[in-house]
């Protein structure tokens, strides 16, 4: 019997022979119209990677847990500067090991802790079918489908993530008024030993799924494989990983340990904040709430959650399974971890703006979003800012060769810019950072953050929407100008 990793390789080879000979096949059933059906077959994510691509995987997975651990270690040591461990080292009053060496280590009480939280929320989320459909009126949960897969699948979803999270916050509200099991600073007391069990989860599931689809992948036909290990690790192989008929590794681990922990996170930053200081500042109220708006929208539109790029076009890696486990609850809640180290009280005209950036920009964020979905769903028989929309036709081909139509839109803020859904989003996020006071920088590392991740996703998918549309595409950023800021990008 040949060794493990040998019998990977024969895996990999013969899994890229399978792929080829269904581009093959796809290229002979169209008959004459071979080249373009294998350009157009293609879309998704990429199947050669180019040394600029590999680079930035390879420094993102030797350096992306320590940017992490960097941060929340300023917070925790160096009262969330982040020039002062530099400064430090330079200086040699400290070293790489003595900073390590003081930071909180892995404890099995933390262990505990994230085990029942990961444990709970599959309990949630495979075990409680959705209710809240049938109570809630415009909420849409149960079962539901999602987009056409590049083979031609459409995979079925049980969306209850908001029933999962109100139940949790039920729970945790019951808990710090009632029940008291467990103090509400728990999350913060824990936080630098709760990341190594993060990470721990993080690198296991996406090692698994990495395995996964070699030995026994979901579906074979929707494999990409590039021929390059730490691509295909962090880019993920399997586009839709499931264990059993409903667990999805996609929706399981984006939505539920990563956004559901997100408003809790808060809230326990909040209780921190109370108790070490006897009061709430405003500013620590305004991060809760706005992005306890976000959070909540995300749960009220998980459905259409189905329809957007980490389900549609994104295979499960390490980008998405160690990024949902450890890079979102961490970085996406450093407003508030600051703010425990340093409370801020706005004067009420800083609150005002803020709350007004933040609720302006959610609501062209959502207004997008939703535009675009009812477009989808009505086929263009709906109205978009008092009219009927106007839009573009396309065409585009699956890899089993079956042509499809497909609209795109160019009315409503769809017609202002290509991703202004982006645009509303990044203004939302500006306002999570501004809530922080303008003394330190590490607030604002989401704000560059989200800028990089959305302007580099609004690349990518222009790219992939290209390969997709061909043609059909050009005609549409010849309507529709500019990304996300009209006369300049
Ligand atoms: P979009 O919802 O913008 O989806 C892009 C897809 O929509 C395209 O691939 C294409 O898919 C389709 N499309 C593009 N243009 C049109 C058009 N004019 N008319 C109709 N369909 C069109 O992008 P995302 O999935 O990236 O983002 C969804 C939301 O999630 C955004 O608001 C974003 O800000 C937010 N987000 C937040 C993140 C965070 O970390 N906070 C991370 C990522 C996203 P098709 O193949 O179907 O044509």
């Known amino acids: 019997r040949a060794p493990f990793f040998v019998r990977i390789y024969n895996i990999q080879v013969k899994a890229a022979e399978t792929m080829e000979s269904t581009r093959r096949r796809t290229q002979h059933s169209t008959n004459g119209k071979g080249s373009e059906a294998v350009k157009s077959a293609q879309w998704g994510r990429a199947w050669e990677v180019d040394w600029f691509s590999l680079t930035g ?14 941060f929340v270690m300023a917070c925790d040591q160096y009262e969330c500067s982040i020039s002062q461990p530099l400064l430090e080292l330079y200086q040699g009053k400290a070293t790489l090991p003595s ?18 939280w990961v444990s709970f929320q599959v309990f949630l989320y495979i075990c409680i079918p959705d209710v809240v459909h049938k109570f809630l009126p415009g909420y849409v949960g149960g079962v539901q489908d999602g987009a056409r897969t590049p083979a031609g699948l459409i995979n079925k979803y049980e969306i209850n993530g908001l029933q999962c999270w109100i139940i949790t916050h039920a729970l945790w509200f019951a808990n710090a008024n009632y029940l008291h099991w467990f103090s509400p600073t728990i999350i913060f007391n824990n936080w630098i030993p709760l990341m190594w069990c993060a990470n721990i989860l993080g690198y296991a599931v996406s090692t698994f799924a990495f395995l996964k689809a070699y030995l026994f992948p979901t579906n074979a036909e929707d494999c990409k494989f590039t021929g390059n290990i730490f691509y295909n690790y962090m880019m993920g192989i399997e ?67 189905l329809k957007t790029i980490d389900i549609c076009h994104d295979h499960f890696g390490w980008y998405l399974g160690w990024g949902d486990c450890v890079w979102l609850p961490y970085l996406y809640t450093l407003q508030g971890l600051y703010l425990v180290y340093h409370p801020v009280q706005l004067s009420d005209t800083h609150a005002l703006a803020v709350l007004l950036l933040g609720l302006i920009g959610y609501y062209i964020f959502r207004s997008t979003n939703h535009q675009k979905d009812l477009f989808r769903r009505t086929e263009g028989s709906c109205s978009i800012w008092g009219r009927r929309p106007t839009h573009i036709e396309c065409s585009y081909l699956s890899a089993d060769g079956r042509s ?60 992939r929407c290209s390969s997709k549309y061909g043609k059909d595409w050009k005609r549409y950023t010849d309507a529709v100008r500019y990304r996300l800021i009209p006369g300049v990008f």
């Not at 995987?57 to 960097?70: M, N």
């Not at 060496?101 to 085990?115: E, G, H, N, Q």
């Not at 009061?279 to 259409?304: C, H, K, P, R």
């Not at 839109?409 to 509303?424: C, E």
């Open 404 to 463: 499809h139509r497909s609209k795109l839109l160019t009315s409503g803020f769809w017609g202002v810019a290509r991703h202004f859904n982006y645009t509303g989003d990044l203004m939302g996020s500006l306002a999570y950072c501004a809530a922080c006071g303008f003394s330190h920088i590490l607030p604002y590392f989401y704000i560059v953050y989200m800028t990089i991740l959305l302007v580099h996703r609004c690349i990518r998918d222009e790219h």
């Open 57 to 70: 995987v390879v420094s993102l997975l030797c350096f992306a847990p320590f940017i992490v651990f960097y």
């Open 239 to 305: 586009f839709n990983p499931r264990i059993g008929k409903w667990f999805d590794f996609k929706l399981f681990f984006n939505g539920r340990p990563g956004i559901v922990a997100w408003t809790l996170i808060n809230l326990s930053y909040m209780a921190k904040q109370q108790e070490l200081y006897g009061q709430v500042t405003n500013s620590m109220i305004l991060v809760n709430v706005l992005q306890g708006i976000y959070v909540l929208d995300f749960f009220w539109n998980e459905a259409w959650y």
């Open 99 to 116: 900073i390590w060496a003081r930071a909180p280590s892995f404890t099995w009480t933390a262990a505990k802790i994230y085990a029942v």
